[in-house]
C-alpha cells in the first residue's frame, strides 16, 4: 500500500507529547539470544479517550499503568490488540510490516467491541514516531523482529454491564527472536469450539485468547503444541491452528479457510502468504476444508504441508496432526512450499528483494 506519510506524521508530532527516556536499557539486552516478548524497549505510547475525543497522547519511558481494581475491562472483556513487526533493511532503516492492514483490523475489532475508533495519526503516526526514537532496538538477526503491541482497554471505574465511556489506548515494542523455534504437533479439537458464526472469531478480542487456555492446557499435557480449532456444528471444518491461520498443501494447491463465517481472523500474514504463494505458480483456494479432506489426501498421498501463519509465528511447520485415531505424520525437513514462502516473506520485510506490492512502511532516515 502506498501512502503519503507527511500529513499524518505532521499531525502525530503537532498531537504527541514525546518525553525521552534518562536512562536507556538498550545495553541490558542480548540480540544473539533473544526471547519472544519478554524484553521491552525504552519508549511506550498512551493515550486517553474521554468520551468524545482522544488527548493526551503521549511517548514516554516504559513503565506500569495505574489501573483502578473496578476498571470495566477487567470485569467485563472490553480489550482488544494488533501484533506487527518492524525489520532492518539492509542499510540500517527500520520498516513496519504492513501497518495500515493491522489498522484497518484493529478498528473493525473496534466496532464489534463497542470501542471508539483509532484516528491514523494516533494508531500509524505513534507507531512512526515510537519506532524512531527506538530505532536503535530493532534487531537485525536471521528471524528476529521488533514485536509491536497496540491495544486498547476500558477505562471506566465502574462496575456495571455497558460499553465503557472511556479508553485507554497504548503501544509496547519488544525486540523478539522466534515465536516457535521447531516444528509442532497439533491435536484436532473435537469438544471445545474457539468460535462460533456471529460471534467475535474475527476480532482481535482479548477473550477469543482467555477462551482457549485450558483446552490448549490439557492439549499440551498430552504432548501437543497447539490445537487445531474446527467449526462448532460438525467438528470438522477447519478454522485456526492454534493462534494462527492455517494452510494445508495438496498438490500443487494451497487451501486456506474462508472468512465467510466470521470467525476465523483475517490474518495480515495469512494475505500476505497467498499473494507469495501466488507468485510461486501455486493455485491458492480460500474455501472451507474438512480434517476428512485432510485425512484423504495423507493417505493417498497427495499431502505435502501444512502450516500455521501469523505476525508472532510468521510461518510454523506442523509435523503432526492428530485426529481422533488418525495420526497424520509430516517430514518438515522436506518441506519446500512453507522454506521458499518463509525466505520469500523475509527478503521482503528486510529489505533484501524488491517490495513491489509496498508494504514496507519506511520510518525516514535520521
Not at 55 to 64: M, R, S, V
Not at 82 to 93: M, Q, R, T, W
Not at 129 to 145: K, Q
Not at 175 to 182: E, H, I, L, R
Given at each position: 500500500?502506498?501512502?503519503?506519510k507527511?500529513?499524518?506524521?505532521?499531525?502525530?508530532?503537532?498531537?504527541i507529547k514525546?518525553?525521552?527516556t534518562?536512562r536507556?536499557?538498550?545495553?541490558?539486552?542480548?540480540?544473539?539470544?533473544?526471547?519472544?516478548?519478554?524484553?521491552?524497549?525504552?519508549?511506550?505510547?498512551?493515550?486517553?479517550?474521554?468520551?468524545k475525543?482522544?488527548?493526551?497522547?503521549?511517548?514516554?519511558?516504559?513503565?506500569?499503568?495505574?489501573?483502578?481494581?473496578?476498571?470495566?475491562a477487567?470485569?467485563?472483556?472490553?480489550a482488544?490488540?494488533?501484533?506487527?513487526k518492524?525489520?532492518?533493511?539492509?542499510?540500517?532503516h527500520?520498516?513496519?510490516?504492513r501497518?495500515?492492514?493491522n489498522?484497518?483490523?484493529?478498528?473493525?475489532?473496534?466496532?464489534?467491541?463497542?470501542?471508539p475508533?483509532?484516528?491514523e495519526?494516533?494508531?500509524?503516526g505513534?507507531l512512526?514516531?515510537?519506532?524512531?526514537?527506538d530505532?536503535?532496538?530493532?534487531?537485525?538477526?536471521?528471524?528476529?523482529?521488533l514485536?509491536?503491541?497496540?491495544?486498547?482497554?476500558?477505562?471506566?471505574?465502574?462496575?456495571?454491564?455497558?460499553?465503557?465511556d472511556?479508553?485507554?489506548f497504548?503501544?509496547?515494542?519488544?525486540?523478539?527472536?522466534?515465536?516457535?523455534?521447531?516444528?509442532?504437533?497439533?491435536?484436532?479439537?473435537?469438544?471445545?469450539?474457539r468460535?462460533?458464526?456471529?460471534?467475535?472469531?474475527?476480532a482481535?478480542?482479548?477473550g477469543?485468547?482467555?477462551?482457549?487456555?485450558?483446552?490448549?492446557?490439557?492439549?499440551?499435557?498430552?504432548?501437543?503444541?497447539?490445537?487445531?480449532?474446527?467449526?462448532?456444528?460438525q467438528?470438522?471444518?477447519?478454522?485456526?491452528?492454534g493462534t494462527?491461520n492455517?494452510?494445508?498443501?495438496?498438490?500443487n494447491t494451497?487451501?486456506?479457510?474462508?472468512?465467510?463465517?466470521?470467525?476465523?481472523?483475517?490474518?495480515?500474514?495469512?494475505?500476505s502468504?497467498?499473494d507469495?504463494?501466488?507468485d510461486?505458480?501455486?493455485?491458492?483456494?480460500?474455501r472451507?476444508?474438512?480434517i476428512?479432506?485432510?485425512?484423504t489426501a495423507y493417505?493417498?498421498?497427495?499431502?505435502?504441508e501444512?502450516?500455521?501463519t501469523?505476525?508472532?509465528?510468521?510461518?510454523?511447520y506442523?509435523?503432526?496432526?492428530?485426529?481422533?485415531?488418525?495420526?497424520?505424520?509430516?517430514?518438515?525437513?522436506?518441506?519446500?512450499?512453507?522454506?521458499e514462502?518463509?525466505?520469500?516473506?523475509?527478503?521482503?520485510?528486510t529489505?533484501?528483494?524488491?517490495?513491489?506490492?509496498?508494504?514496507n512502511?519506511?520510518?525516514?532516515?535520521?
Amino acid at each position: 500500500m502506498m501512502v503519503d506519510k507527511s500529513t499524518v506524521k505532521e499531525e502525530a508530532l503537532q498531537k504527541i507529547k514525546v518525553t525521552k527516556t534518562t536512562r536507556s536499557r538498550l545495553s541490558e539486552v542480548d540480540f544473539n539470544n533473544l526471547a519472544f516478548g519478554k524484553m521491552y524497549a525504552d519508549h511506550m505510547l498512551v493515550a486517553d479517550f474521554d468520551g468524545k475525543e482522544w488527548k493526551n497522547a503521549e511517548i514516554l519511558p516504559f513503565q506500569n499503568l495505574s489501573v483502578s481494581p473496578s476498571n470495566a475491562a477487567w470485569h467485563y472483556g472490553q480489550a482488544i490488540f494488533e501484533g506487527i513487526k518492524a525489520y532492518k533493511d539492509p542499510e540500517g532503516h527500520p520498516m513496519i510490516f504492513r501497518p495500515y492492514d493491522n489498522y484497518k483490523r484493529f478498528n473493525t475489532s473496534a466496532e464489534r467491541m463497542g470501542m471508539p475508533q483509532v484516528p491514523e495519526w494516533l494508531f500509524i503516526g505513534g507507531l512512526d514516531l515510537l519506532i524512531d526514537l527506538d530505532r536503535n532496538w530493532v534487531p537485525t538477526g536471521e528471524g528476529c523482529s521488533l514485536y509491536l503491541r497496540p491495544f486498547m482497554i476500558a477505562a471506566d471505574e465502574f462496575i456495571g454491564v455497558r460499553p465503557s465511556d472511556t479508553y485507554k489506548f497504548a503501544i509496547i515494542n519488544s525486540p523478539s527472536g522466534a515465536y516457535f523455534n521447531k516444528p509442532i504437533k497439533l491435536l484436532v479439537q473435537d469438544k471445545y469450539v474457539r468460535a462460533f458464526p456471529g460471534g467475535v472469531g474475527f476480532a482481535k478480542a482479548a477473550g477469543n485468547y482467555g477462551g482457549t487456555m485450558y483446552p490448549t492446557m490439557q492439549a499440551k499435557k498430552q504432548g501437543y503444541d497447539q490445537i487445531l480449532w474446527v467449526d462448532g456444528y460438525q467438528h470438522k471444518y477447519l478454522q485456526e491452528c492454534g493462534t494462527m491461520n492455517v494452510f494445508v498443501i495438496i498438490g500443487n494447491t494451497a487451501i486456506t479457510p474462508d472468512l465467510t463465517q466470521g470467525t476465523i481472523l483475517e490474518g495480515v500474514t495469512r494475505a500476505s502468504v497467498m499473494d507469495v504463494l501466488a507468485d510461486m505458480g501455486l493455485k491458492v483456494e480460500e474455501r472451507p476444508i474438512s480434517i476428512d479432506e485432510v485425512v484423504t489426501a495423507y493417505n493417498n498421498g497427495t499431502l505435502r504441508e501444512v502450516f500455521g501463519t501469523g505476525t508472532a509465528s510468521s510461518v510454523a511447520y506442523v509435523e503432526q496432526l492428530d485426529y481422533l485415531d488418525t495420526k497424520i505424520k509430516l517430514d518438515t525437513t522436506k518441506y519446500e512450499v512453507g522454506a521458499e514462502v518463509i525466505q520469500r516473506l523475509d527478503d521482503i520485510r528486510t529489505g533484501r528483494t524488491t517490495d513491489i506490492r509496498h508494504w514496507n512502511y519506511i520510518i525516514d532516515k535520521k
